[in-house]
């Protein structure tokens, strides 16, 4: 009897290994990729011109020199052939303090809700022209949180009607395979069904990078993506 009781414990857990959230992180493929910035940022804002027409522009304050974390500047996610799971939609804080926005770059799946808290004790105007996502949250003191939701993948630009110098990006990723790279650019993906991907890295003053991998049932494959940022990018 007790024998009967050990097998049956035994298929049971097989049956949960093998569920598709183990499954694939034991038997699926992985990428294994890294960033290289092969110049450091100079210029620590970019603004378009299409804002400048609609924004009121306010002297930045003199910051001095700092070091910038390239890394935090730059969102990675996978496209693929066949189709790839979308990512369950997540809620984010995109906070305003300091005149800046906190984080200045994120990426979330596509129907994920942001919220913009006004931690300044002063009013901001959040608003974005991007195609993947136009809002305008209109004009909100300290303490006061607007909310958006986005559900169309693509780079959505934020910025402030009444700080020029303010903005930010969010990277609406098409499907659940998203990141951010580490401090030295590594960054992986695992439990990949076998296929063709597009490996792709955007940096918020770069622009889109992309590499084609084939990723094998099990095992990994290593990509390596350089961004070359230009003097004054």
Same mark, same amino acid.
């Given at each position: 009897m007790k024998k009967a009781i050990c097998l049956f414990d035994c298929l049971i857990g097989l049956v949960v290994l093998l569920s598709p959230a183990f499954a694939g992180e034991i038997f699926g493929g992985k990428i294994r990729g890294r960033i290289l910035v092969t110049r450091t940022l100079t210029k620590k804002r970019v603004t378009v011109p299409v804002y400048q027409l609609r924004g009121i522009a306010l002297p930045a304050p003199d910051e001095g020199k700092r070091t910038i974390d390239e890394m935090s500047r730059t969102a990675v996610y996978l496209e693929g052939a066949q189709d790839t799971p979308a990512g @369950?939609?997540?809620?984010? $804080? &995109?906070? *305003?303090? +300091?005149?800046?926005?906190e984080p200045e770059l994120m990426v979330v799946p596509a129907g994920s809700t942001v919220s913009f808290p006004n931690e300044d004790p002063i009013f901001h105007n959040v608003f974005s022209l991007s195609k993947a996502g *136009?809002?305008?949250l209109g +004009?909100?003191?300290e303490g006061d949180t607007r909310f958006v939701k986005l559900d169309q993948a693509g780079i959505v630009q934020v910025y402030c009607h009444l700080h020029s110098d303010m903005n930010a990006a969010i990277v609406v990723a098409p499907a659940g395979w998203y990141t951010q790279p580490e401090a030295? =650019? @590594?960054f992986d993906f695992s439990g990949l069904e076998a296929g063709d991907y597009t490996v792709v890295v955007w940096h918020k003053s770069a622009g889109f990078f992309r590499q084609k991998v084939r990723v094998p049932e $099990? =095992? %990994?494959v %290593?990509? %390596? &993506?350089t961004i070359p940022l230009a003097e004054g990018n």
């Open positions: @369950a939609p997540v809620e984010r $804080t &995109l906070t *305003q303090k +300091n005149k800046r926005f *136009q809002f305008d +004009n909100y003191p030295d =650019g @590594a $099990t =095992g %990994s %290593s990509v %390596s &993506l």
